[in-house]
Structures are given as structure tokens and as C-alpha cells.
């Protein structure tokens, strides 16, 4: 059985990995609107990956006999400097998520729920591979952005980008 404490928390992540699901759909249609679709392209993956880390916690919750409530999802932004800003803002974001993973594990640590710490140690090696992506992403836009040529092969590299929901599983 779950404490209230940690369903607490583990119901705001699922609301937290839901607003950035939002939040980079928002990324994508940006990016879409000025027809850079392989960029858009990626960020699309990325909400939905957020999604299927969403369900996941919600899985786990019902599974541990938690009660789930779903939390109100705030607006994403919509409007972005550019995209330098864009990928800046993701990788911050990316960073927001880990702390706030890392402060559900610490809880869970203190109260001695093993099962939950167990469940989240998946979280946070998919944290280090977000932030080392969203970290390699804005150094490789702030190289290309201002080279039309390389802009476009950077837009062609996103749009390999598929979901794949057995890698988020």
C-alpha cells in the first residue's frame, strides 16, 4: 500500500509529465508553422513520450492501490523568442522534471517505499538521456540557426525521429 504522501506526489508528476506533453506540442506547432516539420516532427515524439510516461505512473498508481486524481494542466506557452529559445526552454523543462522525479525518490526513500524507489530508478535513467538530448539539441541549434544550409540538414536529422512506445515501456 501506498502512502497519501507519495500518491500525492507520484498524482502531481503525472500532471507535470502531462503539461509537458502540452508544452511540447506547443514546441511542435511552432516549428510547424514556420515549415520546419523534422524539428516539429521530433518535439511531436517528445509529447507523446511524455504521454506514455504519464500513463505509466498512473499504471503504477492504480497498481500500488493509490488513489488517482487528475490534476488541472495549465496552458503551455505558445509564443517563443526562436528557436534557440525553444530548445533552451526544453532542456530547462527537462531539468524540472529530474528534480522533481529526485524529489518523489527522496520521499519514497524516507518512508522506506521500496517498490516506488524501484519504480522511479526507470525515471531517472530516462532523465539523464532527456537532459544529455535536450543539452546536445541546443548545441547543435546554436550552430545551424543562422546557416540556412545547415538548418535544413538538422530539420532532415529530426524527422527520423519516431515513437517508439517499447522504448518508453
Not at 22 to 41: E, H, P, R, T, V
Not at 125 to 151: H, Y
Amino acid at each position: 500500500m501506498i502512502s497519501e504522501k507519495i500518491a500525492k506526489l507520484l498524482n502531481e508528476q503525472i500532471a507535470h509529465e502531462q503539461y509537458a506533453a502540452q508544452y511540447y506540442l506547443s514546441m511542435s506547432a511552432w516549428f510547424s508553422g514556420k515549415d520546419l516539420d523534422g524539428i516539429a516532427n521530433y518535439f511531436r515524439v517528445q509529447s507523446k513520450e511524455e504521454m506514455m510516461h504519464a500513463d505509466k505512473m498512473f499504471d503504477y498508481l492504480n497498481d500500488v492501490g493509490g488513489e488517482i486524481i487528475i490534476g488541472e494542466i495549465p496552458k503551455p506557452p505558445h509564443e517563443f523568442l526562436g528557436a534557440i529559445d525553444i530548445f533552451e526552454k526544453a532542456l530547462e523543462h527537462e531539468r524540472k522534471v529530474t528534480k522533481s522525479i529526485f524529489n518523489i525518490v527522496k520521499n519514497a526513500n524516507d518512508e522506506g517505499d521500496f517498490a516506488t524507489t524501484s519504480f522511479l530508478q526507470w525515471f531517472i535513467n530516462e532523465q539523464v538521456e532527456e537532459e544529455a538530448n535536450a543539452s546536445q539539441l541546443v548545441t547543435k541549434i546554436k550552430m545551424v540557426s543562422d546557416n540556412p544550409s545547415a538548418l535544413y540538414l538538422f530539420d532532415q536529422e529530426l524527422a527520423q525521429r519516431v515513437f517508439n512506445p517499447d522504448a518508453t515501456a
